[in-house]
């Protein structure tokens, strides 16, 4: 039984160990959003009115590793957030990158038709985000981050999903809303 816990144990840290070292290297590059060389698509909930122009971005990528499809169907899910960070104006903007499956590029765009997510889908049959970004790991863990107006990536993880990540982003977005009211104010005295 003492074996079992000790290599459950020492699993467990080694998948700590590595997920802290694979956000080390993350944090070490920056995202490139080749989004010229991408299809812009629109649900038919397609709303015009929200500013979706920031300078920090929240980045959901779907690759062609997953049904673009299935996720796309359940990608209405990130309205909420979307609309909460119009209605506050917070400087953030939503980026959501589908590369699918060639053999699924037809139901994609008929999944992101009938979606209903507010803002636009940037369909990658050039698979250009992934040649722009490497260094991206395979698993779709990764795939959803909030980057500055440089592409460095600031924080990891989906807030839809996972509780303390959703704080965390908050929190920063918060804390960077203020910083930067502060210095247009300051700026104008």
């Not at 989004?35 to 929200?50: A, H, Q, T, W």
């Not at 060639?102 to 250009?128: F, H």
């Not at 980057?147 to 509780?163: F, R, S």
Request: hydrophobic share 40%; net charge positive.
């Amino acid at each position: 039984m003492q074996v079992l816990t000790l290599c459950m144990l020492e699993s467990c840290y080694n998948n700590k160990a590595k997920t802290l070292h694979t956000l080390e290297e993350l944090k070490e590059n920056r995202i490139r959003l080749p989004l010229n060389k991408m299809d812009e698509v629109r649900s038919d909930n397609f709303d015009k009115s929200i500013s979706n122009k920031g300078s920090l971005r929240l980045v959901v990528y779907i690759d062609s590793f997953q049904c673009s499809p299935c996720l796309i169907d359940k990608i209405f899910q990130w309205n909420d957030k979307i609309m909460e960070a119009d209605k506050i104006k917070d400087n953030l903007s939503f980026v959501f990158i589908v590369a699918p499956k060639r053999k699924q590029i037809e139901d994609t765009y008929l999944s992101i038709e009938s979606c209903g997510l507010v803002v636009p889908i940037y369909v990658d049959t050039a698979y250009a985000f992934n040649e722009a970004n490497l260094f991206l790991p395979k698993s779709n863990v990764y795939h959803t981050f909030l980057i500055d107006g440089k592409g460095k990536i600031l924080i990891v993880g989906n807030p839809l999903t996972n509780g303390k990540i959703d704080k965390l982003m908050r929190n920063f977005i918060k804390t960077n809303l203020k910083m930067k009211h502060h210095a247009n104010n300051t700026s104008k005295v």
